[in-house]
């Protein structure tokens, strides 16, 4: 349902002066800071991004270096934030940027939304922290609190819901401060209206304001069915080593991790025995297998539980390897050049 946001604006903006996070794309807000940021805050808490954004924008300083990056390399920046397409989107709009705006990102909001990678919540981060033009942005954080202010049942993963608030938000948008407006309400999801029923309303600014607090329904809000079960797969991670140097796989360009190098394995759990038989057959010469224990990594729709062994082998078989897409990495490769999957973190710690 519809609903008038507009007395809380004052009360934010005013909290938010006094309150707001000293963080460096806040500091310096130029529009390549502020969507570099936005895209690595989709996955990870901002205590978190500070260091990966701190080292991605000295490495890549603006939109001609992120166009021009070594795909290698711009992986390996990316390396812990997971969702490596987000990167490869990144990268393809920096080249649209340069082709088509000279290497300026637009200040407009439907061209913001034209580009790759970037959907309303980015381009009206963008668009409203940047350049300052008064377009809303809708994330879990501007959800929740609003959603409790406004004591509203609706199901916020509904993409209607979404909507409705995009124009509520709109309708009422304060054309001055925009962008502050748009992080106040994320910055106060964030750090006072908390999820999971934990709010600490007696910080809130607008706890006057709040009908869920006046009806004490904090704890039922926001609406969220529960998600689908993840399927979980069973998978064995092999550390080969050879000569000092660990096998890698390159993974399929399509489906989970496309196109990223790995640990490789098999799509089951296999016993120590089972596992020798395997690379038996894959043309390895084996002198040792030592189990490395079981872990476990969570995707968005998958569960991998897996079981690890490192091999030592005395001979392999070289050209079927480059035939399959592996490669050998010494430590020193894997920890400056390759970038491998956080799934496999367990596995890789042990070289
Ligand atoms: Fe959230 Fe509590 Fe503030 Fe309401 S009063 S917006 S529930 S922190």
């Not at 390396?79 to 088509?100: F, H, P, S, T």
């Not at 990678?117 to 980015?122: E, H, Q």
């Not at 089972?274 to 224990?293: A, N, R, S, Y």
């Not at 969570?298 to 991998?304: L, Y």
């Amino acid at each position: 349902m519809s609903y008038n946001y507009e007395e809380i604006i004052p009360f934010l903006l005013n909290w938010f002066d006094y309150n707001a996070r000293i963080l460096a794309w806040r500091e310096n807000p130029k529009p390549y800071y502020v969507w570099v940021s936005e895209i690595m805050l989709q996955q990870t808490r901002v205590e978190a991004v500070k260091g990966y954004f701190d080292r991605f924008t000295c490495a890549l300083p603006d939109v001609k270096a992120l166009a021009e990056a070594d795909e290698e390399r711009l992986l390996k920046l990316w390396e812990g934030l997971g969702y490596y397409n987000r990167v490869r989107n990144l990268q393809k709009a920096a080249i649209k940027i340069m082709d088509e705006y000279q290497g300026e990102i637009p200040g407009d909001y439907e061209k913001l939304l034209n580009l790759p990678g970037i959907g309303t919540y980015t381009a009206g981060a963008i668009a409203s922290i940047a350049f300052q033009i008064p377009v809303p942005v809708v994330d879990g954080n501007v959800l929740r609190v609003t959603k409790r202010i406004s004591c509203s049942f609706d199901d916020i993963t509904k993409d209607s819901v979404k909507k409705e608030l995009w124009q509520d938000l709109y309708n009422i948008m304060p054309s001055d401060r925009p962008g502050d407006f748009n992080q106040s309400l994320m910055e106060l999801g964030a750090t006072v209206c908390l999820p999971n029923g934990k709010p600490l309303c007696d910080k809130c600014p607008v706890m006057h304001l709040c009908k869920a607090f006046k009806e004490d329904k904090i704890m039922q809000l926001p609406v969220k069915p529960q998600k689908k079960e993840r399927r979980i797969e069973e998978r064995t991670i092999l550390l080969i080593e050879y000569q000092e140097k660990f096998t890698l796989h390159k993974r399929l360009k399509k489906g989970l991790l496309s196109g990223l190098w790995e640990l490789p394995g098999v799509d089951s759990k296999l016993k120590a025995e089972e596992t020798i038989d395997h690379l038996k057959e894959m043309g390895f010469e084996l002198v040792e297998i030592t189990p490395l224990g079981e872990a476990k990594h969570i995707f968005s729709h998958v569960e991998w539980h897996m079981i690890g062994y490192h091999v030592k082998a005395s001979k392999l078989d070289l050209l079927r390897m480059k035939e399959k897409e592996f490669i050998l990495a010494n430590k020193e490769e894997i920890d400056e050049k390759y970038s491998i999957p956080n799934a496999f973190s367990t596995y890789i710690k042990q070289i």
